[in-house]
């Protein structure tokens, strides 16, 4: 296992050799992003992850369209639930690619165990642009999403498209619609078809003149799942 490990760490601190250059100038564009959410129910494509009130932190880093970051989300009412995520994607004009690999086996869980307690993702999106603000995405689960029964792989897969309305008082409205296929994730069956419709409203709360808190309430519905959702968030 920690052969395993150790694996693993040397692919990501090759990869941000890839991503820092030795010698970097203004036209390289090497970013670092921080940041945090806050939400009241954590809800990822129609499932309620079961960890309430969450802290979402993340840390990115950006050059030339390539970019690596690290996103978790930890309960703060309740002891166990915590998720921990890697991306690795690369952008370039509406066009974006994204290869992510999924963890969220709880505080007492392992991390190394990538055998059964990883999931791996590989997503396509394309944002039309200003004129048209419609984002289609299509992502395949290719390792990690297993028959219960079986114990087989299923490569399941996930597609969504939404759209940006902008509205009076600088509120952008988000409407979305996804639906997943032959999926094991979400439950100890199969789920597939219509798992998330949501309205999202989003918008900047000034607090001075040189700064704001993003703040969104969203309306989730899970035909497949029989479920609704409305969910706060504000962002630092």
Known sequence: MKTTINKKLILIVALLGM???STMSAQDKFEVTIGADFVNKYVWRGFDQGSGASIQPTLGLAWKGLSLSAWGSTSITA???KEFDISLGYSIGGLSLCLTDYWWNGEDANYGYYKDSHFYEGAISYCFGEKVPLTLSAAVMFAGDKNPVTDKKVTSAYFTASY?????GDI???????VSTKSYMYADKKISGFTDISLKGAKDIKITDSFSIPVFAQVIV?????KTYLVFGLSF
């Open 19 to 21: 991503l820092v250059p």
């Open 79 to 81: 002891l166990e639930p």
């Open 164 to 168: 940006d309305i902008n509205c009076p």
């Open 172 to 178: 952008v409205l988000t409407p979305s619609i996804g």
């Open 222 to 226: 899970s035909p497949a799942m029989d």
